[in-house]
């Protein structure tokens, strides 16, 4: 018990934000009937409250149906949502995080040393690859290593610069030297992205992109036809005595909003992943099904391409910002299902976010005085870029159009497929993108990888030096209120020079059969309790 409350102070704020309230922002505004929905008491449900008394049955296979697949799924190179969904099936970290409480994985205890640099974990005898070899202390060094080495090109890559060295003392024993003490390290480590590899499988492969599976999870990778299905087998040598109870999941994908929610109304699919928001009412009132969820874990936002004219220009950026009506962005595009983000990129009731708005009501007067001051009295035209396969936000991008005309900024949207926006952000070649970022369990990996220079999510390259010292400052600070100041004196930044508009927090739901059962939603966000799903048949 000692180590584990050693370690939870490392990620005291986390853990005391999400422990509370297990909300990913405010009460969603969800319409229904004309009426705002519910509070958190009200409209969110993350447990299965139909869950059978008795022992979870064994057997079956549980058919998800998602919109997208994933265009990597290398764990320490992915970046899309539905990449997480899949990965933290097949793959395991040192830890695991559930609701902010930091849980033993393939590491069975850990320890810190008194001054905070060394972190030594135990590595449990029972974790096996889906190769069959056993997990060893030089695979987690190899995994570490492997994330932190420029070559692989991990978006994350800058969350792990704090981590000195990492040795395996034996085959069980890993010894963690930190540069600081670090409050974000227990945290980062529970990450998908810290996924722990089979380093067999990886220097013969290559990689693990494609049909490649180099995990220790409770599924394992059976099958894939990119961009079409994904299938999954139980892993039986999985260490969690009796999980996971399914056989295998099998994940299908499908970009048409009616045909996904046909197909759980029909029987099709078992588990629908977050139905489009103007089905959501109407599934909720479907007497065959059950809904979960109602808290928000995607935070949508307007990009900037900083690193090309006139983005580079902190006046025009906040004249775009001043333009910019959330509430009717978020009613437009989400059907009102979510909260309006008026500061940074935290929903306020996150951990370190700005408690108060920045941004109102538009003031188009105000945003058209700074073009003018930026040179540019009569606007400009810009391209904005979507992926043509995801409606809500296209439907942002629409809204954003109609409002930036009003101060002269005239738009052209570029719809393009999920591949081509990924190869085209990551070459700096955009004006503007309609995107967003899912809430990590820590601000640190987020701030981090997205805002910060030589982050591999820092589309167009933006730097604030300040904004810089601020976020590296609160890493390795160990006071929970401290920390917390210094995060929020970063999203004021964020908020009135970087390189986003934040817009909205999306408010999550899944919906499924009658007969699925476990379901415990967690919206840090993870999705590793889908080992603990069954089928009641």
């Not at 079409?228 to 994908?253: C, M, N, R």
């Not at 940074?344 to 109102?360: C, I, N, Q, S, T």
């Not at 070459?427 to 987020?446: K, V």
Request: proline letters at 4%.
């Amino acid at each position: 018990m000692r180590t584990r409350i050693l370690m939870r102070a490392l990620a005291v704020g986390v853990v005391a934000t999400l422990a509370a309230g297990c909300g990913g922002g405010e009460p969603p505004s969800g319409k229904s009937g004309g009426n705002a929905s519910d509070g958190l008491t009200g409209n969110v449900k993350l447990e299965d409250e139909a869950q059978a008394a008795g022992t979870p049955k064994s057997g079956g296979r549980l058919r998800i149906m998602i919109r997208l697949d994933a265009n990597e799924l290398d764990p320490h190179r992915m970046s899309e949502t539905s990449a997480f969904v899949i990965n933290e099936q097949i793959y395991e970290s040192l830890v695991q995080s559930y609701r902010g409480e930091i849980k033993p994985a393939i590491a069975e205890s850990w320890e810190l040393s008194a001054d905070g640099l060394t972190v030594t974990f135990k590595l449990r005898d029972n974790a096996y690859f889906h190769s069959g070899r056993k997990v060893t202390a030089a695979d987690v060094k190899y995994s570490i290593e492997r994330i932190k080495d420029p070559a692989t090109r991990a978006p994350r890559a800058r969350s792990y610069e704090g981590i000195s060295s990492v040795e395996a003392s034996d085959e069980r024993t890993v010894v963690m030297k930190l540069a600081k003490p670090n409050a974000a390290i227990l945290t980062l480590l529970s990450t998908a992205a810290s996924s722990i590899v089979d380093r067999t499988v990886v220097e013969k492969q290559g990689d693990l992109n494609g049909s490649v599976d180099g995990g220790s999870g409770p599924f394992k990778l059976a099958a894939r036809t990119t961009g079409q299905a994904i299938k999954l087998d139980k892993h039986d040598k999985y260490w969690e005595s009796g999980v996971p109870y399914l056989d295998g999941l099998d994940f299908t994908f499908n970009p048409d909003d009616n045909a996904r929610a046909a197909a759980v109304r029909s029987g099709t699919v078992d588990f629908l992943w977050r139905p489009a928001p103007e089905f959501i009412d109407a599934l909720k009132r479907d007497e065959k099904l059950k809904w979960y969820g109602g808290s928000g874990s995607l935070s949508l936002h307007l990009r900037l391409n900083t690193s090309k004219a006139p983005y580079d220009n902190v006046k025009v950026r906040q004249a775009i910002y001043l333009a910019l009506d959330r509430q009717e962005i978020l009613n437009v595009a989400n059907s009102g299902f979510g909260t309006a983000l008026n500061a940074g990129y935290l929903p306020p009731d996150r951990f370190g976010a700005l408690k108060e708005p920045v941004y109102g009501k538009p003031d188009i007067e105000k945003a058209k005085a700074l073009l003018a001051e930026a040179g540019f009295p009569n606007g400009f035209d810009a391209k904005l870029m979507v992926i043509a396969t995801s409606a809500f936000q296209v439907r942002s991008a629409e809204v954003e159009q109609q409002q930036l005309a009003k101060i002269g900024i005239k738009v052209t949207l570029e719809s393009v497929e999920s591949t081509i926006a990924d190869t085209k952000t990551k070459s700096g070649d955009f004006d503007m993108y309609q995107s967003g970022f899912g809430l990590t369990y820590d601000p640190d990996e987020r701030f981090t990888a997205s805002f910060l220079k030589g982050g591999g999510l820092n589309y167009g390259n933006w730097s604030d030096p300040e904004y810089e010292d601020l976020i590296v400052k609160a890493r390795s600070e160990m006071d929970k209120d401290k920390r917390a100041q210094l995060y929020q004196q970063a999203e004021k930044i964020l908020t009135e020079r970087g390189p986003v508009a934040m817009t909205f927090l999306n408010a999550d739901f899944d919906v499924v059969q009658k007969d699925v059962m476990g379901y415990r939603g967690d919206p840090t966000p993870t999705y590793r309790f889908y080992r603990h799903l069954w089928l009641d048949r």
